[in-house]
C-alpha cells in the first residue's frame, strides 16, 4: 500500500509557472512507477507525464511535452511535476499516480494508487 499526497497547485495568470509535488509514503518509493494525470470539468482523466521507476526515464503527452517536466527524488519519496507557460486549458485538478513495479504508461487504468488531486486554474 502506498498514500499519495498532491500540493502545490493554486490560481495562476496565464504565462506562470507552477511546481506540482506528489509525496509517497508506505512501500519502497523507488518500486513505483510515477505519473501525473489531469481532469478537467466535464472532461475524462487524461495522462501528462510519466516516469518509470527504474532509470527514471519520462515521457509525456504532446499536447505538454514542449512545457512540462516531470521529475522524482528517491530520497524524498518525492514527484514533481514543473509546469512552465501555463494556458488556461491547463485548468484542471492534477492528480499523481503510483504503478508498483511496472514500467509505467498512459493509461490510468494501469496505476494501483491515487492520491486525492490539486487544483491548478489558469486565469487569462
Known amino acids: 500500500q502506498v498514500q499519495l499526497v498532491e500540493s502545490g497547485g493554486g490560481l495562476v495568470q496565464a504565462g506562470g509557472s507552477l511546481r506540482l509535488s506528489c509525496a509517497a509514503s508506505?512501500?519502497?518509493?523507488?518500486?513505483?512507477?510515477m505519473g501525473w494525470f489531469r481532469q478537467a470539468p466535464g472532461k475524462e482523466r487524461e495522462f501528462v507525464a510519466g516516469?518509470?521507476?527504474?532509470?527514471?526515464?519520462?515521457y509525456y503527452s504532446d499536447s505538454v511535452k514542449a512545457r512540462f517536466t516531470i521529475s522524482r527524488d528517491n530520497a524524498k519519496n518525492t514527484v514533481y511535476l514543473q509546469i512552465n507557460s501555463l494556458k488556461p486549458e491547463d485548468t484542471a485538478v492534477y492528480y499523481c499516480?503510483?504503478?508498483?513495479?511496472?514500467?509505467?504508461?498512459?493509461?490510468?487504468?494501469?496505476?494501483?494508487?491515487w492520491g486525492q488531486g490539486t487544483q491548478v486554474t489558469v486565469s487569462s
Open positions: 499516480a503510483a504503478n508498483f513495479l511496472g514500467a509505467g504508461s498512459t493509461s490510468r487504468h494501469v496505476y494501483d494508487y
Open positions: 516516469i518509470r521507476c527504474c532509470g527514471g526515464s519520462t
Open positions: 508506505g512501500r519502497t518509493f523507488s518500486n513505483y512507477a
